[in-house]
């Protein structure tokens, strides 16, 4: 019998840790004996026997204690999931175009002088996915739009034209987009309303915070246009996402937020969900105005929200992808959260799956959104045919396995590994290493703003 | 010792079929991650 790798503690009085185990999603509250057995350095297990017959065989059960090879587990659980879930996720950039101008936007290199893609463009996009699916019939297709700004009301034909060719092939479509000016598209989103399986729609605070943040070239504000298209899309049962992009600035709005989401009856639309973002620095630029470690956010949530469960129900909130991930199995322990948010899922983001595939509008393809536009990124192109370089491709296929810290890493199965383009140091992606943000002092955080509840309960 | 989850919960107890059926949220730090993996696969 050995130590599980995956275990991790955390001290929450002089007399209680808690423990988890990453692998098995065991989370338990023990006394100081316990842990010492279980964290001592040596990998020696002679300590086991200063433990009682029956702790030691429910460390077992909970996987603190086990017999199995994990990473063997690992792999072919891994191995399981990609082989039971091929999935071809296709995004198109129409243009990186973007009518507004917001300060921390990642692409405002790109913008302005972005080409707009014409129909005999779309029709070889189109023409090199169908040889993809071809190549892998089994795969689940979802279709995505995405920028620079994909509505843009001067690119209605062309985007009209693209949709029009995704409802052809059934394939569920989504989009990310400011929602300035969805108004021109009303009458197509209507009819075909049955096929947009999503709209993600940001807001960046309460009118006067928003219209500071998302605002036009000659900086008058996009909020009251935004919010009238979001009403319209739930009124036509448009699933809308409002993602609130969120830095050091504007977490303390959210109060007013949700407020407003309420009185414009957004909150009582089975459609509706809202999603808080860290405006992020994927590129580790250490320039992003306003960046704030996940661990503040959380700080600061629980400071304005001190029952940030009931908060996330009355509100439909969720926190962004990363976030809510490493406390999926937290949340389980203490509040028995519902199955969705409890799942197994040892793999890293969607770009590290290589299904993710974008057609950026410079006739290059990209392994990942926040890619697109720069060229060193970029896997192959798509006009004159399809040309995939495989090769650099696979090199974005990353997971705990593949990456050498992760397989040492004691939270791996929380976290997947995190995110490719913040652990490669160039486009090539030859020099790697995983980039953790602050996950290890984000699970502190969580755990000291909930120490109290977590000693009430061990006391019952 | 005191479990906050329970045995039933625990992932390692999933049996291969279930990890064949699982639909995981699939998204990164742009987008809101929602079930898309596969419609016809269900959430554990
Ligand atoms: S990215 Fe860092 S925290 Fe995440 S699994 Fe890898 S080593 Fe661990
Ligand atoms: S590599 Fe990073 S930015 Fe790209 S999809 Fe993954 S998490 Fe998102």
């Given at each position: ?24 999603g ?15 350095r ?12 029956e ?36 995004t ?11 300060p921390?936007?990642?692409q ?7 080409p ?17 699916v ?30 029009q060719?995704a ?12 929602g300035?000016?969805?108004?021109a ?13 999503h ?26 246009l ?6 319209f ?23 007013e ?17 809202c ?27 629980h ?24 406390l999926r199995i ?14 197994f ?68 199965p929380l976290?997947?590994?995190g995110?490719v ?9 030859r020099?790697?290493?995983s980039?953790?943000?602050d ?8 755990l ?7 000693l009430?309960?061990?006391c019952? | ?10 992932w ?10 699982i639909?995981v ?5 742009q ?14």
């Amino acid at each position: 019998m050995r130590l599980s790798k995956y275990n991790y503690k955390h001290r929450l009085s002089d007399d209680v840790l808690l423990i988890m185990n990453t692998l098995t999603g065991a989370v338990d509250l023990v006394e100081p004996k316990v842990a010492r057995v279980l964290f001592n350095r040596s990998s020696d297990t002679s300590a086991l026997n200063d433990l009682d017959p029956e702790t030691r065989t429910l460390l077992k059960s909970r996987g603190y204690l086990t017999d199995m090879s994990e990473e063997q587990y690992v792999r072919e659980s891994l191995e399981t999931y990609y082989r039971s879930h091929p999935a071809l996720q296709f995004t198109i950039c129409p243009t990186y175009k973007c009518n507004l101008a917001c300060p921390y936007c990642f692409q405002s290199d790109i913008h302005q002088d972005s080409p707009t893609l014409d129909l005999a463009q779309i029709n070889e996009i189109f023409q090199a996915m169908d040889q993809m699916v071809h190549l892998k019939p089994e795969a689940a297709v979802q279709f995505e739009l995405f920028g620079g700004e994909p509505f843009l009301a001067r690119n209605q034909s062309q985007v009209e034209y693209i949709l029009q060719q995704a409802i052809e092939r059934s394939w569920p479509i989504l989009s990310i987009t400011n929602g300035t000016e969805l108004g021109a598209y009303f009458p197509f989103l209507q009819k075909h309303s049955a096929h947009f399986r999503h709209m993600q729609i940001t807001l960046d605070g309460p009118k006067e915070i928003h219209d500071q943040l998302r605002k036009y070239r000659n900086n008058s504000g996009s909020y009251d246009l935004i919010c009238s298209n979001i009403t319209f899309l739930l009124e036509h049962h448009i699933p809308v996402t409002v993602r609130i992009n969120t830095g050091r600035e504007n977490v303390r709005h959210l109060p007013e937020m949700f407020a407003g989401f309420e009185r414009l009856q957004w909150t009582s639309s089975p459609d509706f969900s809202c999603q808080i973002a860290p405006i992020n620095d994927n590129f580790n630029t250490g320039k992003v105005a306003g960046f704030q470690p996940e661990s503040d956010l959380l700080k600061q949530l629980h400071l304005l929200f001190p029952d940030w469960e009931a908060t996330r129900r009355r509100y439909k909130v969720s926190l962004g992808y990363f976030m809510e991930k490493k406390l999926r199995i937290l949340r389980k322990a203490m509040f028995d959260t519902d199955d969705d948010h409890y799942y197994f899922d040892l793999s890293g983001c969607s770009a590290s799956k290589r299904h993710n595939l974008v057609f950026g509008a410079d006739g290059r393809l990209y392994p990942c959104v926040e890619t697109v536009g720069f060229p060193d990124y970029s896997i192959g192109s798509y006009l004159q045919g399809l040309h995939l370089d495989e090769e650099k491709w696979q090199r974005w296929h990353r997971d705990i396995v593949v990456n050498d810290k992760c397989r040492h890493c004691n939270l791996a199965p929380l976290c997947g590994g995190g995110c490719v383009l913040k652990g490669s140091r160039d486009g090539e992606l030859r020099d790697f290493e995983s980039n953790c943000s602050d996950t290890r002092q984000y699970l502190k955080t969580y755990l000291d703003l909930h120490r109290d509840r977590l000693l009430e309960s061990y006391c019952q | 010792m005191k479990s906050l989850t329970k045995n039933k919960d625990l992932w390692t107890n999933l049996s291969a079929k279930d990890l064949e059926e699982i639909t995981v949220p699939m998204a990164c730090c742009q987008k809101a991650s929602i079930q898309i993996n596969n419609p016809t696969k269900k959430a554990i």
